[in-house]
């Protein structure tokens, strides 16, 4: 996989570089390495905030957020300006987290008894004892798709019609997993 994405350099892009992003973008859809590095660098941590915001998980945040900028790279010929690169590459990184999603339900659904709250833990969720809870751990709490949807729709600033759209679901059913992860964050602080 690493053969496909250009080697990051170890050096950091100058923060006053006189390119425009779109000029980037250009550079970089002709071939242009050093173009997609910069454009890697602006959008990195981004790209892997909202991966682990959507994973729980460093791990799979940092898979997901190589994975997104390998299919940026491999994709880059397609993107017609449209939006703004940073939506386009953002819609990546959720596409990649949703494919992830749909292939841990599918595990889930063979492995794990059809108990449903059993089937609604977030792996790796359970937070020590005594520790102060905050959003963001309330947030790793919540079951997958509920806190997929909570992420995608109140950090994110997608809709519903999107979201059901990118989870293969009924627009109502986004808004049953909103109203069911607020509910649960709610309970969760009060306590």
Same mark, same amino acid.
């Given at each position: 996989m690493e053969e496909t994405l250009p080697r990051m350099a170890s050096t950091c892009a100058s923060a006053d570089a006189p390119d425009a992003p779109d000029d980037l973008v250009q550079r970089a859809i002709r071939g242009d390495v050093t173009a997609f590095e910069t454009l890697y660098r602006l959008h990195v941590g981004h790209v892997y905030g909202l991966s682990l915001r959507l994973s729980g998980d460093t791990h799979s945040a940092e898979e997901?957020?190589?994975?997104?900028?390998v299919r940026a790279w491999q994709c880059l010929g397609r993107f017609r300006g449209e939006a703004a690169f940073g939506s386009w590459l953002y819609r990546i990184a959720v596409n990649?987290?949703?494919?992830?999603?749909?292939?841990?339900?599918?595990?889930? +659904?063979? !492995?794990?008894?059809?108990?449903? *709250?059993?089937?609604?833990?977030v792996p790796g969720g359970n937070a020590p004892l005594?520790?102060? +809870?905050? !959003?963001?751990?309330?947030?790793? *709490?919540l079951p997958l798709a509920a806190r997929m949807v909570f992420v995608l729709h109140e950090i994110e600033g997608y809709g519903h019609p999107e979201i059901a759209s990118l989870m293969h679901c009924a627009t109502g059913t986004s808004k049953a997993h909103l109203h069911r992860a607020r509910r649960r964050l709610q309970a969760r602080l009060r306590s």
């Open positions: 997901c957020t190589q994975e997104t900028f990649v987290m949703l494919n992830r999603y749909r292939r841990e339900v599918r595990r889930t +659904l063979l !492995l794990v008894s059809t108990d449903t *709250e059993e089937m609604e833990r005594g520790l102060a +809870l905050d !959003l963001e751990q309330a947030i790793l *709490e």
